[in-house]
């Protein structure tokens, strides 16, 4: 789980109304990427958390139920 700082982050972002990355609002951001130093959590639309977390291949023994593919 990554850290993010929040002194680069808008106000949006750190509600996690927004992709950390893109600021995209809509589709709401999906994916919790990591957090802030005080533990809220950092959100990412689907496109970017693919790029922020790390390989698939590399995985945690951790059931990812949570993905949808509708
Ligand atoms: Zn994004």
Redesign the pocket.
């Known amino acids: 789980m990554l850290t993010f700082d929040p002194v680069g982050l808008t106000s949006t972002q750190r509600d996690g109304d927004a ?6 609002k809509w589709p709401r ?1 999906r994916v919790r990427v990591g957090c802030l130093p005080n533990s809220a959590p950092v959100m ?2 689907d ?3 693919e790029a922020l977390l790390p390989s698939k291949d590399n995985s945690v023994p951790v059931p990812r139920h949570s993905r949808a593919f509708s």
């Open positions: 992709c950390v990355v893109c600021h995209k951001p990412a639309c496109d970017c958390a």
